[in-house]
């Protein structure tokens, strides 16, 4: 008998977090970790994030993002899922002279 194996359209399978509001954290000029930022719910496997106001840097190899420069961009207007353990890893700076806003939503799968 093999493995037991569940596929499934993970985007379709996420639920939003009970008792979990959308959290707003500006993100200025100083590099900041999003693990000492926002705490996620032991119920959440995925945060759904975007981007408002401007563009921001962040990094997950344990370096820092450095604007203009170094690290992945998520511009104004765009977003993601990520799981659990990545959002442990981000650390995010702006990326120019406008502070950015990341809007983050717990979800569940189920």
Do not use: C
Not at 10 to 23: A, C, N, Y
Not at 70 to 99: C, E, I, S
């Amino acid at each position: 008998m093999g493995p037991n194996v569940r596929v499934v359209n993970l985007s379709g399978e996420l639920r939003p977090t009970p008792g979990r509001t959308m959290q707003n954290i500006e993100v200025n000029d100083t590099v900041q970790s999003l693990a000492d930022l926002f705490t996620m719910s032991a119920k959440s496997t995925h945060a759904i994030v975007s981007v408002d106001t401007a563009d921001i840097r962040f990094t997950v190899d344990g370096e820092d993002p450095v604007a203009d420069t170094y690290g992945h961009m998520l511009a104004a207007g765009q977003g993601d899922v990520w799981d659990r353990t990545f959002v442990g890893k981000v650390k995010v700076t702006r990326d120019g002279g406008t502070n950015g806003y990341l809007r983050i939503s717990e979800m569940a799968i189920g």
